[in-house]
């Protein structure tokens, strides 16, 4: 009898805490956070998610909130699922005073989510993943893959391959082997990086590694036959720590390795030991523990007690200050829709998106959040979600990223717009999308 | 008491031979269908049409599928997923390129695209069987998802492979709201339910389960083997093809190959193992227990959570509540196996027996 009325006294105590914490999300400003603990992804997710959830600590800790108006969040595992993704964006979404933005971390996700969040008109932030032609606003309204994407990224890549070369011209007759994580996320950028091999006659060899990629043997043995000058490693998870070891066997330098944003943190190259030693990847965020937002951070949030990351020494890797730039551009695209629609009010997603739109972290308002050089200037528009395309390029010295390229390597913005415009527009056709007239918006 | 069937006499063949012999059961599930097409819609919100009964059904109509092929046919299959992927994007192939295709029909066609690959990967059953044939569909996993890959075409040359699904419109009616859609999924599923019911009941259903029962045995009172088990698996994936089309049409709307791993396929075998092999309900039970029971848990330790953050002013970190809630899906799911190894369903049915029996057991 005991134990039915423990669980009885158990479930009356989970309903009320349940009231009770909708009840304190009145006046708040409510971001859910689909974020995702375990499983494959945890790594990844733990410390972008840790980093996300600090900073908002950080401002209502330090400035009370973004002019007063608290942030108030709650996490929602995903597993990296797709269908708990959906579930857990449908649970948040109308929560306290309703979803403010969405940020899945998960391209598959991102996917699942399109649909509904031009339904729902709640604005979704994709940084560094996602739908690459989401970056036309014309067409994706809702969805903003912030300051770049993965062909941005691909004509960065090449861009700062020509320079360590010494010019586009000298890449011509080279060979540059482009190996990838066998998914939607590694086919991606094959496309710009075939335009390239046109315009500029180098020779670009694709090859896929199944996932989840720890068995590269045959495809190290061909890039061996191929003698390429570099290689591009567009991998994931384990594959990342795989192909660096491969490579050491095989005798390929490190040194002309280039890997994506995704295979550039401490939790890929510390497992490779000193195979990692010399790796070079993109990065839209620099990293380190002395940045002075990541100190301030460390002051007032860990300094109370309160910081998200159990292991303190994340703190300021390259996903935790990842999850610090997802802080930034939320809270920057509240304050942003508060100057136009109201100082110290409750912003709905409509207007977050207004503010995401004029969004304009310039290097000054940069220097002013304690992140200047942290993370590219950003300025989206309600054309051009993508606002930035700026990387740099950091390598393993052993212990630490090392930033190699002190200014921020533009891609062809050019030729990616292009691109983005033509396979937007395709999908505006098959859906029937009017586009949006940017000229007539404010 | 009130279960129980005395004073029911069957007087005809037909009322001999019908789903649900006892009155109270036909009472019970006529009950059921009206709540969940009448009730439901009525009292619904958009978070729990789009974000659990959809999948739920969905899911159950694939473990239903593969129920089919498993528990009655017998034949071990880990390639599910892939024959909902094969689902999901034929029938956005045949809306995108026949003019004027009306949705409906694509579902079907996308099914019987299914059932083909199916078929194609059913034949080395003919020769293997139990973990050896489960290899043989493991391969079918791999190759359709690298062929979607691989083949621009089937995703219309998206760069990233990815697929939108068109709108759904039946003469002339837009699905395009969370109640309409949870409707067309419940009549699509509720109908193909009834279809699978009956077939198992029906020479077909009881030449699988022959060959299930000793495939020899079988051959030799004269059912033949190839046609018995290509049809189950032809069966088998036409519903998983069209729980795949629902999936993309239905439900998420913006599917990916990788969507369909081998850990859906896994997931749903787990449907069957834990809801029941060879049970039609089974179906439908597993998949809720699969579905559901994580959203439950994790909305529960979340409130749990808050209680605890409320009165003791301490919270657990989210990766610890993250990890618990797996902790205690998998306690569970052992804790059911070796309570009922027959799955949900055998459950059902000696609570049934036991209610004929109740107030007066012997």
């Known amino acids: 009898m005991s134990h039915r009325n423990k669980l009885v006294a158990w479930l009356a105590g989970a309903a009320l805490g349940l009231t009770s914490l909708s009840a304190a999300a009145q006046g708040e400003q409510f971001v859910p956070l689909l974020s995702y603990r375990v499983g494959a992804y945890a790594a990844g997710g733990s410390g972008i998610f840790g980093g996300y959830i600090d900073y908002m600590n950080y401002i209502n800790m330090k400035e009370g909130g973004v002019n007063g108006v608290k942030l108030a969040w709650e996490e929602c595992e995903t597993e990296y699922n797709n269908s708990r993704g959906v579930e857990c964006y449908e649970r948040l979404k109308k929560k306290g005073t309703g979803a403010t933005m969405v940020q899945p971390l998960s391209t598959g996700i991102t996917y699942s989510l399109i649909d509904r969040v031009a339904a729902d008109k709640i604005p979704m932030v994709t940084i560094g993943y996602g739908r690459t032609d989401a970056a036309d606003g014309r067409v994706f309204p809702w969805v903003f893959p912030a300051i770049t994407t993965y062909w941005s990224q691909a004509s960065a890549m090449i861009k700062y391959i020509a320079k360590r070369e010494g010019g586009e011209d000298k890449l011509k007759g080279k060979k540059i082997v482009h190996l990838y994580h066998d998914s939607a996320y590694g086919k991606e950028p094959i496309g710009v990086f075939q335009e390239y091999a046109k315009r500029l006659g180098f020779e670009i060899t694709s090859i896929a590694v199944p996932h989840p990629g720890n068995e590269q043997q045959s495809q190290w043995l061909q890039i061996r036959q191929i003698r390429p000058d570099y290689v591009i490693l567009w991998g994931w998870g384990v594959m990342n720590t795989v192909a660096l070891k491969t490579a050491q066997r095989n005798g390929f330098p490190r040194e002309k390795m280039i890997g994506v944003w995704w295979a550039g943190s401490e939790e890929d190259v510390i497992p490779a030991g000193d195979a990692s030693k010399g790796y070079t990847t993109a990065v839209f965020n620099v990293a380190g523990a002395n940045l002075p937002l990541v100190q301030d951070v460390k002051k007032v949030v860990y300094g109370k007690g309160k910081g998200n990351m159990e292991d303190v020494s994340r703190v300021g890797s390259v996903y935790h200050v990842r999850g610090l730039v997802h802080g930034i551009i939320t809270v920057e695209a509240i304050r942003k829709a508060q100057e136009k629609y109201g100082k110290g009010k409750v912003m709905t997603a409509e207007q977050v998106r207004w503010g995401l739109e004029n969004l304009n972290l310039d290097e000054a308002r940069l220097k002013a959040l304690n992140a200047s050089g942290m993370m590219p200037p950003l300025k989206m528009s309600c054309a051009d979600h993508e606002g930035s395309g700026l990387v740099k390029f950091q390598t393993w010295d052993g212990n630490q990223w090392k930033i190699v390229t002190p200014d921020w390597v533009a891609p062809d913005k050019q030729m990616i717009r292009a691109m983005i415009e033509e396979s937007a527009g395709k999908y505006a056709k098959e859906k029937n999308i009017t586009l949006r007239d940017c000229g007539k918006e404010s | ?362």
């Not at chain 2, 044939?133 to 979607?148: I, K, N, P």
């Open chain 2, 1 to 362: 008491m009130l279960y129980r069937e005395a004073g029911q006499f069957k007087t005809s063949y037909a009322t001999d031979q019908q789903i649900f012999p006892i009155r109270q059961d036909r009472i019970g599930v006529t009950a059921l269908a009206l709540f969940a097409f009448v009730v439901v819609p009525l009292i619904g919100n958009q978070y729990w049409f789009s974000a659990i009964l959809i999948p739920f059904l969905i899911f159950a109509l694939a473990a239903l599928g593969l129920n089919i092929l498993t528990g009655y046919a017998g034949q071990l299959s880990l390639g599910t997923a892939a024959f909902m992927a094969v689902g999901a994007f034929a029938a956005y192939n045949f809306v995108l390129r026949v003019p004027g295709m009306p949705v409906l029909v694509a579902f079907v066609l996308a099914g019987g695209c299914a059932a083909l690959v199916g078929v194609v990967f059913g034949l080395p059953s003919l020769r293997i069987k139990g973990f050896y044939l489960a290899v043989a569909t493991l391969a079918a996993q791999f190759f359709v998802v690298w062929a979607l890959v691989k083949f621009p075409w089937f995703s219309n040359y998206s760069s990233s492979g990815v697929i939108t699904a068109q709108k759904v419109t039946i003469l002339g009616f837009d699905f395009d709201t969370p109640v309409s859609k949870y409707l067309l999924t419940l009549s699509i599923v509720a109908l193909m339910a009834l279809a699978a019911k009956n077939m198992v009941r029906s020479a077909i259903g009881r030449a699988w389960m022959a060959v299930r029962d000793m495939d020899v045995a079988a051959e030799v009172i004269g059912f033949r083997l190839m046609r018995t088990k290509l049809t189950a698996f032809a069966v088998s994936s036409f519903y998983c093809g069209v729980a795949g089309a629902l999936y993309a049409y239905a439900y998420l709307g913006t599917v990916e190959p990788e969507a369909f791993t081998l850990d859906m396929s896994f997931r749903i075998l787990f449907m069957v193992i834990i809801g029941g092999i060879g049970s039609i309900l089974g179906s439908f039970l597993g998949a809720a227990f699969i579905v559901l029971l994580p959203i439950f848990l994790n909305i529960f330790v979340h409130a749990a959570n808050g209680v605890l953050q409320s009165l003791f002013s301490l919270s657990l970190p989210a990766s610890i509540t993250s990890n618990l809630e797996l902790m205690v899906f998998g306690g569970l799911i052992i804790f059911f196996l070796i309570v009922e190894p027959h799955g949900l369903a055998r459950l059902w049915q000696i609570g049934k027996e036991k209610l004929r029996l109740w107030p007066f057991p012997h």
